[in-house]
């Protein structure tokens, strides 16, 4: 059995956004076989009820506040520009953390260091480094990035009519390319949630193990003859935001004429102030949402509407697991098993995306059938206790020996 000192960016649970869905069930696959130290950054939303649900599989869980305010992430972009790091590294760069990662690993010895996403790279360098300091062997060090970053800016980047958010954006790709890069090479493993983004950084030591879920313990949606169409996630993530905007700009006022009794539901945290103030016929913009089941026995057509971003779309393996008819771009769906019609229909235009739901609305065959087929996709492909013995090429079992630590209860997923 290996002790494992876990790093997270942010405290995977509730399971309410991919990264969170991804560090939790890596934990809950490692803490079967493992002694597994969970240090996280919490937020203010972050209760003493998740940080417990945590405890009942990891030995223990260190949770370190998350400072944010728009004077820190400015204090971050001058230091960024006179040092050529990412903004978005040095944003995240805390002294609360790295004075408690050495008093860590001055205190108990770590077979392995993991680092939960790429803000996480410099607190595991950190915390190796002093673990030598202290007379330890240098630990056996592992970094989930999850996606490429450097290819989320340069599509972001793209996509911006806003000449100054292009430059900040293509600032922060070339910074994040190099980063990526030296950096990565550091670590023992890497691993990537798709075989793209594994491909795109070209490391020999990388591997792609998707990001999964527990689709045998989440029961289909009830089916209703609904007319919502919805879409979900974390809004103050400039992809989902650039993407909604796209569908309500370009997609909606073709849906609205043809089918003028069809609601659609933006479910989002922090959505940014145009989108909450935006007036369109039958849209509602609703902020975090806990519990969608109300909201999924009603939806005709779960959309993701995204022109950039990385990785894999967790909210699509979420509709799969659910039962709920998808459509997608092309780049939404990157990185997933997906047949275009069999298991989600593509459409990469504002006059195909709006035929794509129609479709779904006046053809039940069809939209029962995408309920099966992406329900059969999750099970197979995306369930955790089956995909995640990936993982023990990385970790074996039997690294160590001791009993296994307790398994919780399945968790539903939430959004916003």
């Known amino acids: 059995m290996a002790s494992i000192l876990f790093l997270a960016q942010v405290l995977p649970y509730p399971l309410d956004a991919g990264p969170k869905v991804r560090a939790y069930y890596v934990l809950r696959h490692l803490a079967q076989s493992h002694r597994v130290t969970l240090v996280s950054f919490v937020r203010p939303e972050d209760t003493p009820e998740h940080i417990a649900h945590l405890r009942t599989f990891c030995e223990q869980v260190q949770p370190v506040p998350m400072h944010r305010s728009a004077w820190r992430t400015g204090r971050a972009a001058a230091i960024a520009l006179s040092t050529g790091r990412p903004v978005i590294i040095e944003r995240d760069r805390s002294p609360e953390m790295l004075a408690l990662l050495r008093s860590l690993v001055e205190m108990q010895r770590y077979d392995y260091i993991h680092a939960d996403q790429t803000s996480m790279v410099q607190y595991a360098l950190t915390a190796s480094e002093a673990a030598l300091v202290h007379g330890s062997a240098r630990p056996h060090l592992v970094l989930d990035a999850h996606n490429a970053l450097f290819k989320v800016m340069e599509r972001l980047a793209a996509q911006t009519r806003n000449p100054v958010l292009r430059l900040v954006f ?11 890069a030296e950096s990565y090479r550091r670590f023992d493993d890497v691993v990537f949630v798709t075989e793209e983004d594994r491909d795109r950084i070209g490391l020999a030591h990388a591997h792609a193990i998707p990001i999964c879920g527990d689709p045998d313990a989440t029961p289909m949606a009830p089916r209703r003859d609904g007319k919502r169409i919805t879409f979900a996630g974390a809004l103050h993530w400039p992809p989902n935001a650039e993407g909604i905007r796209w569908f309500l700009n370009e997609v909606w006022p073709i849906v609205h004429r043809s089918l003028p009794d069809v609601t659609l539901t933006i479910i989002g945290k922090q959505p940014p102030r145009d989108l909450v103030e935006m007036n369109r016929p039958n849209v509602e913009t609703l902020g975090y949402v806990a519990d969608l089941q109300p909201f999924l026995a ?8 995204l022109w950039s971003g990385g990785g894999m779309r967790v909210k699509i393996v979420d509709a799969w697991t659910w039962g709920v008819p998808v459509v997608s771009t092309r780049i939404g769906a990157e990185g997933l098993a997906y047949t275009d019609g069999e298991n989600l229909l593509i459409a990469d235009t504002p006059q195909d995306f709006a035929a794509a739901i129609s479709r779904l609305v006046h053809n039940a065959d069809l939209a029962e059938s995408l309920r099966q087929a992406g329900r059969h996709t999750a099970i197979e492909r995306y369930g955790w206790r089956s995909v995640y013995t990936a993982w023990d090429a990385i970790y074996p079992p039997n690294a160590g020996r001791g009993a296994t630590n307790p398994e919780p209860r399945a968790q539903p997923h939430t959004h916003g």
Not at 172 to 180: M, S
Not at 298 to 305: F, G, L, N, Q, R
């Open 170 to 180: 293509e600032r922060e790709a070339r910074h994040l390319r190099y980063y990526e």
């Open 298 to 305: 009603e939806t005709c057509a779960w959309i993701v509407p």
